[in-house]
């Protein structure tokens, strides 16, 4: 009883800091080294599944987005694959000279364009695109609890408040744009092998790339974890998984039959110098 009143109570505190904080529950931020950013939580999906998250100024994601922040120094194009709600877009903005958030869902690329517009950034394009390997067309369904939008297999056809979106692989965006980002985050539910599929040419050009892996989901989608990994070592890189301590990286063992993730943990891919 007592644990559970202290945890009420951090709430509330954190509650009344947050908002002498920024002045308002509808907006929150958070500042990785010299890099603060605003987020407009106004919304219902932003304000239960992300202000929560960076109440007061905390950070979401920390022993990722550290390490972010050192990777995206120096970079010249970053590309947001999963952009979801922009926080990875709008924390790389204010480094890289061009970010491209590719956002499934209608809602979250406006969420995408609030967001640009309170910190003023005018470098990031949202790209209300399905990224996949081929160009057509995907379904997926909306759940307004979370801006996570699943793209629907053959066996889920059934489910109701389906939408549709383009789809375009990255290799065909950035050919048609003429250069290729050196730096990517792919978070897609699942469907990172058909992004990795359609990055082929991309990843000879050796990217860094931090993926978020969905060792279940990815099986919906005719993928299998194994032959993610093998794509990415075959290019040419070492492939680390993140350590919660925000300290060091945990190098994964080369390609094997049996990956055990704990989780859906994101992977460091970083390109084999010389």
Known sequence: ????????????????????????????????????????????????????????????????????AKHIIGKKCFADVGACLGYYSIIAASKVDQVFAFELDDNNVTEIENNMKINQYSNITAVHKDVSNLQGEVSYHTNRKKPVYQVLDDNNKNITNIKTAKTISLDQYFKELGFYPDIIKIDVEGYECKVIDGASEILKS???????????????????????????????????????????KKTIIPPSQNYNFVGNPMLLALPISG
């Open 206 to 248: 050796k990217p860094v790339l931090f993926l978020e892996v969905h060792p279940e989901k990815v099986k919906l989608f005719g993928g299998k974890i194994e032959d993610i990994m093998w794509k990415i070592f075959s290019e040419g890189y070492s492939l680390y998984e993140i350590d919660r301590s925000h300290k060091s």
């Open 1 to 68: 009883m007592i644990n559970e009143y202290i945890e009420v109570l951090k709430r509330r505190c954190l509650k009344v800091l947050h908002y002498l904080k920024y002045g308002s529950f509808d907006r929150t931020g958070c500042k990785i080294e010299d890099i603060s950013c605003l987020f407009d939580v106004s919304s219902n999906v932003a304000k239960r599944w992300f202000s929560n998250r960076c109440m007061a100024g905390r950070i979401h994601e920390e022993h990722v987005i550290r390490l972010f």
